[in-house]
């Protein structure tokens, strides 16, 4: 098992929003956690061997919370994910750098 935390910042219409992912790999499961906005929820995916992953999982705000997939590409020093709420809203990009990275 592998594990990484990650300084991350999500990219949205209302500006930057950062926060610290951490994510643990065992063979193609990927699994973690993302917060942000003073929430932190867990997240549940997969991943191939060069890093292309899905996830998905919640992010809480101060009105509601949005259920998402991403999509996109994780490795020991970076992280950068397509995020896409799934009732359909907006795409937004998710990038970090891993904590041993910064």
């Known amino acids: 098992m592998t594990e990484h935390e990650y300084h991350v910042c999500l990219n949205t219409p209302l500006g930057k929003k950062h926060g610290i992912m951490t994510a643990s790999t065992a063979g193609e499961s990927l699994t973690g956690t993302l917060e942000m906005l003073g929430h ?7 991943v191939d061997g060069d ?4 996830i998905s999982g919640a992010i809480v705000t101060l009105l509601k919370t949005i259920t998402f997939t991403a999509e996109g590409k994780i490795t020991d020093d970076d992280v950068y994910l397509r995020v896409r709420a799934d009732n359909g809203g907006m795409t937004f ?7 041993a990275a910064v």
């Open 93 to 99: 990009e998710l990038s970090g750098r891993s904590e």
């Open 40 to 46: 932190k929820r867990e997240f549940v995916g997969v």
């Open 51 to 54: 890093g292309v992953c899905t």
